[in-house]
């Protein structure tokens, strides 16, 4: 298949790594030095004892990139598993914003209803704004945030992607 911007594909790898100094870095490395896109990033340890970390990256490439993505990957010393986690089959994918909205008395009115309609929390509340946790796919994010800009939308941390595959599959 020749590679095309029309068939490039969203994809999310979990990388499995020594958790110790300049492990991220090169991981990143990797992907800044071959001009690849990194939309989503996050990183954290996975095992009580904090030896080994979770990388989770979402990317968008062609099948011929990702392939070389996870190849390369394979290749780095302090990694010890690679998967791709939307080629693998089923999995769940999760991200969390904290969304800081102020207004007047009816827009602050509004945003507590479409925060309750996209189940998002209310974490903090003061006479002129409001801090809302929502957590979901990132669509719903994106949705969220949307809605949230004709608000009076004032700030947006996001946390990346978490994701894990379904049932008894494991990395």
């Known amino acids: 298949m020749i590679d095309t ?11 499995i790594v020594d958790n110790e100094a300049g492990v991220l870095a090169r991981v990143i490395g990797l992907f800044s030095g071959r001009g690849y896109n990194i939309e989503h990033l996050t990183v954290a340890p996975v095992d009580l004892e904090g030896n080994e970390s979770r990388i989770t990256v979402v990317t968008i490439g062609t099948p011929r990139i990702i392939d070389q993505i996870q190849a390369q990957l394979d290749r780095l010393v302090p990694i010890h598993r690679v998967a791709d986690l939307t080629d693998d089959g089923p999995h769940v994918e999760r991200e969390l914003a904290l969304v800081k909205v102020s207004g007047d008395r009816e827009q602050r009115v509004e945003a507590l209803r479409v925060a309750e ?6 974490v903090d509340s ?17 949705a969220f945030i949307e809605l949230m800009s004709e608000l009076g939308l004032d700030e947006v941390v996001r946390t990346g992607v978490a994701a894990l595959h379904r049932g008894q599959k494991v990395l």
Not at 117 to 122: L, M, N
């Open 126 to 142: 003061t006479s002129k704004s409001f801090v809302f946790e929502v957590t979901g796919k990132t669509e719903k994010i994106k």
């Open 5 to 15: 911007p029309q068939n490039k594909e969203r994809h999310t790898l979990s990388i």
């Open 117 to 122: 309609a996209f189940r998002a929390r209310r």
